[in-house]
C-alpha cells in the first residue's frame, strides 16, 4: 500500500467517508515525462514546489522495471521516501517528499546492482502567484457549457492526426466534426458580448477510440489534451486568454472510469487496477455492467451486493471502471485533478457521473482539491430528480449515515426537470406554475441551495426550445427562470439561437450539432448575425441583453429570494439585495391579463415604478399592470 494511505485504507475498511484530512494522500500528479532514451515515462512529468500538501507520488512506466532501484542523482530538498512495487513489472509508485524542496531541475535514475540502467529530469515549477488563493466560479457567473468538436473549427489541419482512430466526417452525427480550442479561443470576442463569464468545456483529454471519440468522456491519456482538438499548450493559451476577456475555464472530468483504448488495458498498473479486472483477464467477454441504480449507495436499506453492482460496474462497454479503492489508482486521479487546474489556471471543475465513483474516494478526491484551492468549486453531475438523492453529495450536508463531502455544488437536476414540466404542463389547481413553486420548498434538504448548477440543458438533454414546443414564449421563460433564480446558472452553446432538436427520445448527434458559424461554409453565421431568422434574433437579443443585465446584479448575484404562489397562470418571484429589487412574472396565459399588484406588496415595497430590462419601457406599480400575452416581464423597481 502506498505511504499516502493509512487513513484512507481504514477509511475504505469501514467505508467511512470521512477520509482526506490535512497530510492524508498527495496533490500530487502526473504528465508524460520521457526519459533520454525514451524507454520510460513518468507521470507527472512536472510538479510544483510549495504546493499545500507536499507529497507527490510518481507514477513510472517502463518494461521490466519492477526489480530496479530509484535514486535520487540530483536534489535539493527532496526525500526518496520509500518505492512502491506491486504485481505489475512494468510499473513503479515512487513517493517523494518535497515539502523543503525549491524550485529546480530534479534528476532521478534507475539503477540495477548499483548500475545506472536510465535516468530522467523532473522539474519542480515555481507556482504563479495567487495560485492557491484562486477564486471558482460562483453566483456572480454565468457558465456556458461547449461540446468542443461542434462549436468552431478554428484548424482544420488538425482534424485527423496519424495516431488517432477515428477521422473526421460532418456528414456523421456521431462523429467528429472538427471544432476545437482555436475555435473556442476565436469565439471569445462572441462570449463576452454575449455575457458569458465561464465556460465549461465537455472533456478534452485524448480520446483514442475507434468510434465516438468527439464525446470525449473514455479518456485514453489522462494528461494529454486530443490533439484533434489541440495542444497542452493551446489549452493553457486558451485559459489566459479567456481570463483576458473576464472567462474562466471549467475542466470536465471523469474519474469513474476510462476509455477502452487507454494502454493500461494492455499493462495494468496493479492487479486491483480497474473493477472486474481479473474476470475480463481472462475472458474479455465477461464485463458486469453497472445497475445505474444510484441510491443504493446511500440507501440505509440497500445490500452490498446491489450497492456494488452499481458502483463497480463498467459505466458502458467502452468505458471500463476505474477501482478507486486502489491507493494507488485513488493518488493518481487525485493528483490527475489537481495537476490540471495547476498547470491550466482553472477556476473549476465539472465531475461527471459524481455517485458512481467510491464514496469515500469521492471526499478524499473533493477535499484533497478544496484543501489545495480553498476557494475553488467543484460542481458534480448526479442525474436524479430526487433533491434528497442530490443533496447528499454537497459539501455541508449533514447525512444521517455520517457521509461528508467537500464537493461545494451539485447540478440541479429536480429543478431542471420540473421547469420543463412545470413550463410545458396546462395550468390547473394541482399543475403547472405550483410545481415548479413546490420544489423550490425542497431547498430545506440542501446544505447551501444558492450553490447548486441550475441549468436549461446540457449535452446529455434535448434542446430547450424544442421541449418548449418551439414557442418563443415559452423558451424566453425557461431561460429567464434559469438566469433570475437563486442559483448559478448554465447555458448550453447554441440555446441562445434556439437550436432545435428532437423533442423526445434520446438524440445526442442533433443535440449536439454543430454551432452555425463554425465552419466557413454554413449558410447561417451567428458570429456576424448572416441567416439568422427573426426568432433566433431575437432570442439572442433576450439572452445577451438578460447576461449583460445580470453581470451588474447584486439581487440576482446574491440577493433574497421571494416567491408568491402561482394563481390563474401567473407565477410571480422577486430577488432582492441593497437598493436593488426585480420582480420576474411568469405568465402562461395566451390573452391579455391585467395583474393586480397588490397582493406582491412585500416584494414591492415603497417603489413605484417597474422599468423592463429587456424592452426598457416603463410601467406605473399603483395600478394593475399590463400584460399583453404569454410570456416573461422582468422588472427593476424603482421609486
Not at 507527472?44 to 535514486?71: D, H, Y
Not at 489566459?240 to 476509455?259: L, T
Not at 425557461?478 to 452553446?493: D, E, G
Not at 430577488?575 to 393586480?596: C, F, M, S, W
Request: proline share 5%; glycine share 6%.
Amino acid at each position: 500500500m502506498s505511504f499516502h494511505y493509512p487513513h484512507l485504507a481504514q477509511a475504505y475498511q469501514q467505508h467511512l467517508g470521512r477520509l482526506a484530512s490535512s497530510f492524508l494522500l498527495g496533490c500530487a500528479l502526473s504528465t508524460y515525462a520521457m526519459s533520454a532514451n525514451a524507454t520510460l515515462s513518468v507521470e507527472p512529468m512536472s510538479w510544483w514546489a510549495g504546493m499545500q500538501q507536499p507529497q507527490l507520488q510518481l507514477l513510472l512506466t517502463g518494461e521490466n522495471i519492477r526489480e530496479s532501484q530509484v535514486k535520487l542523482i540530483k536534489a535539493q530538498g527532496v526525500t526518496l521516501i520509500n518505492v512502491d512495487t506491486t504485481d505489475s513489472n512494468n510499473h513503479l509508485f515512487v513517493n517523494l517528499d518535497l515539502s523543503q524542496a525549491k524550485p529546480q531541475q530534479l534528476i532521478l535514475g534507475l539503477f540495477k546492482d548499483d548500475q545506472l540502467i536510465e535516468q530522467f529530469d523532473y522539474e519542480l515549477q515555481t507556482r504563479k502567484k495567487g495560485s492557491r488563493d484562486r477564486q471558482g466560479f460562483s453566483n456572480k457567473d454565468v457558465i456556458y457549457l461547449i461540446t468542443p468538436d461542434r462549436f468552431v473549427n478554428g484548424n482544420p489541419d488538425n482534424d485527423n492526426q496519424p495516431d488517432m482512430l477515428e477521422k473526421a466526417d460532418r456528414s456523421f452525427d456521431g462523429g467528429r466534426h472538427g471544432g476545437d480550442i482555436l475555435g473556442i479561443r476565436k469565439a471569445l470576442p462572441y462570449l463576452h458580448d454575449l455575457g458569458v463569464t465561464q465556460l465549461w468545456i465537455n472533456p478534452l483529454l485524448e480520446n483514442n477510440q475507434q468510434k465516438y471519440s468527439y464525446h470525449g468522456y473514455s479518456t485514453t491519456n489522462f494528461y494529454r489534451i486530443d490533439p484533434r482538438f489541440g495542444s497542452n499548450e493551446e489549452y493553457q493559451s486558451l485559459v489566459e486568454e479567456a481570463q483576458s476577456f473576464g472567462i474562466g475555464i471549467i475542466q470536465d472530468v471523469v474519474v469513474n472510469h476510462m476509455g477502452s483504448g487507454h494502454q493500461w488495458m494492455s499493462s495494468m498498473p496493479s492487479n486491483t487496477w480497474m473493477n472486474g479486472q481479473s474476470r475480463w483477464l481472462k475472458d474479455p467477454t465477461d464485463v458486469s455492467y453497472s445497475s445505474h441504480r444510484r441510491t443504493t449507495v446511500q440507501d440505509p436499506y440497500s445490500v452490498n451486493a446491489d450497492k456494488t453492482d452499481f458502483s463497480d460496474g463498467w459505466f458502458d462497454v467502452t468505458m471500463p471502471d476505474l477501482n478507486q479503492r486502489d491507493p494507488h489508482m485513488a493518488t493518481y486521479l487525485i493528483q490527475n485533478s489537481i495537476w490540471w487546474v495547476e498547470y491550466a489556471g482553472l477556476s473549476g471543475i465539472r465531475e461527471d457521473t459524481y455517485s458512481y465513483a467510491d464514496k469515500a474516494f469521492l471526499t478524499a478526491w473533493s477535499k484533497a482539491i478544496m484543501d489545495e484551492y480553498p476557494h475553488f468549486n467543484i460542481v458534480g453531475e448526479e442525474w436524479s430528480s430526487n433533491p434528497v438523492t442530490v443533496s447528499y453529495w454537497q459539501a455541508g450536508k449533514k447525512n444521517a449515515d455520517g457521509y461528508q463531502s467537500f464537493a461545494p455544488s451539485m447540478m440541479d437536476f429536480p429543478l431542471y426537470d420540473t421547469l420543463i414540466d412545470s413550463l410545458t404542463k396546462e395550468e390547473d389547481w394541482g399543475a403547472g406554475f405550483i410545481d415548479l413553486y413546490q420544489m423550490l420548498a425542497n431547498d430545506v434538504v440542501y446544505a447551501n441551495p444558492s450553490q447548486l448548477v441550475l441549468f436549461e440543458g446540457n449535452h446529455d438533454t434535448n434542446r430547450i426550445y424544442s421541449l418548449m414546443k418551439n414557442d418563443i414564449e415559452l423558451y424566453k421563460m425557461a431561460m429567464a427562470y434559469v438566469l433570475t433564480s437563486n442559483r448559478i446558472p448554465q447555458i448550453f452553446y447554441g440555446s441562445e439561437i434556439i437550436m432545435q432538436s428532437p423533442a423526445e427520445g434520446r438524440n445526442d448527434g442533433a443535440v449536439r450539432g454543430d454551432f452555425p458559424g463554425g465552419w466557413p461554409q454554413d449558410s447561417v453565421n451567428v458570429f456576424t448575425g448572416k441567416g439568422l431568422d427573426p426568432q433566433q434574433t431575437e432570442a439572442l437579443t433576450f439572452v445577451r441583453t438578460l447576461l449583460n443585465y445580470r453581470k451588474n446584479s447584486l439581487a440576482i448575484q446574491q440577493g433574497k429570494l421571494q416567491h408568491f404562489v402561482p394563481q390563474d397562470g401567473i407565477y410571480v418571484q422577486s430577488r432582492h439585495q441593497g437598493n436593488e429589487t426585480l420582480l420576474v412574472i411568469y405568465n402562461k396565459n395566451p390573452q391579455a391579463v391585467e395583474l393586480d399588484l397588490q397582493r406582491f406588496k412585500p416584494a414591492i415595497n415603497d417603489n413605484t415604478i417597474g422599468v423592463d430590462i429587456i424592452s426598457k419601457q416603463s410601467y406605473s406599480l399603483s395600478k394593475p399592470l399590463s400584460l399583453a400575452n404569454k410570456g416573461v416581464t422582468i422588472l427593476k423597481l424603482e421609486r
